[in-house]
């Protein structure tokens, strides 16, 4: 069996917007603002809008010209070439994958739950790794379905996403004091804190490549996927800014501290606590329903790989009656059971996450692009980027900015996970006679069982 190409532009950019916004501006946005200590803080969701643009075109291009289920997988095999070097870098992005993927579903599990704990004082530790894997059982269980009614879910989700974001901004315009916004400090030029907030209004906006790990189930990928992220994009980033000010309005900056339940306080500002109570609803609501777009499309990876013989054989099977990646999704729902159990700390695993992915994902394929650009002149691409290669140079900055600029320990961390990455494709390669070990780049390469 095959995947089918059921997904059009409207669930297609549901999926991605959903996916982007999640518990992250919720639990972040207050972050943002006591990194800043100012109402320049707006800055660092620009910067991340700025980030996000000029890295979907480069997912845009790769995502018209290889509309396959993996997104970055399929990305990277194309780009630097397979049995090569293509292999070495698909098989990193899938040993990243691995933790990352769990490390995003995980942090916002982690998430749902302290935000829970504004209506429900959960006491104990266990209470809460109880609730945290609750609702990741709860989203694999609603993903256990077509992807036609993945479809249909995903743009009542999105409408509630939306909805619970214009409801925060609407505060603000009800009953906020926007000469709070002007009340700026004095050190109001300095940036100290500026590599901070960014790195979480990054954390906040990520997701609009969703739609690329689900390229085998989009109709008309060349038009759907790079209309789905910029449409996406350019939404969030607005309710983003738009947000940003209304809670500056509401909640002097001077009173931000990191992960505070920002959107319930706004709320109960303006509206009291009944209202409050509604707001957090929603927002856990909206939480979920990011888990439910992440969990969708990094389940496709696995799969990917699984039927180029990449990966585990078994990965590469399909729900004998509705024709999905059963064991995939199964799978990472499992590792982020895991993870969400052992670790307790919000910002623990957040710094992990981008730290997992910048080098091989986003930074490499937008240098193998270049890369295959320069090698293949003349190939024709569905989409290409706009000012080109400036965007993806643009992207390359900005991410290896964020990467040196991150806690020690997670770049540590990061490095130590790809480098045994690198030691682990060595020992498969040796053994299966890959790259660099094949006497003959045409000899087909043998499945790992």
Known sequence: MELQRRLGLLQATALNTIDMVGIGPFIVMSSVMAAMQGPHCVLAWVVGAILAATDAMVWAELGTAFPEAGGSYA????????????????????????FQSSFVVASGAIGFTNYVQYLVPLASGWERKAVAVGVIVLIVAALYRRIETIGRISVVLGGIVIGTLLWI????????DWLLITNAPSSLWRFDGLHEAIQSSVYAILGYYNVCHLGAEVRQPERVIPRSMFYSIAIVATLYVCMQLSVLSVVPWQ???????????????????????????????????????????????????????NFFRIFARLHPTKNFPHLSLLAIGGISIVIAVVFDGLRLVVASILTLRILVQFVGQAVGLLYYHRKHPRAAFPFRM??????????????????????????????????IGCIVYLLLARRNQWFPFAQMSHIAPRNQQ
């Not at 990277?76 to 691995?98: C, K, N």
């Not at 600029?405 to 996970?417: D, F, I, K, M, T």
């Open 255 to 309: 009173e931000a501290r990191p992960d505070q339940f920002i959107a319930s306080t706004v709320v109960e500002r303006v509206f009291g606590s009944g209202a409050a109570v509604v707001a957090t609803v929603l927002v856990l609501v909206v939480a979920l329903s990011s888990l439910y777009s992440v969990v969708l499309g990094y389940s496709r990876i696995p799969y990917a790989a699984a039927r180029d013989g």
């Open 169 to 176: 901004i609407a505060a603000g315009v009800v009953g906020g």
């Open 75 to 98: 990305f990277l095999r194309h780009l630097y070439g397979e049995p090569r070097w293509g292999r070495v870098m698909a098989f990193l992005f899938i040993w990243q994958t691995v």
């Open 386 to 419: 706009w000012f080109y290669p400036l965007p993806a140079l643009i992207a390359i900055a900005l991410w290896l900015w964020l990467f040196v600029s991150r806690p020690a320990a997670a770049v540590v961390n990061g490095l130590g996970v790809l480098a």
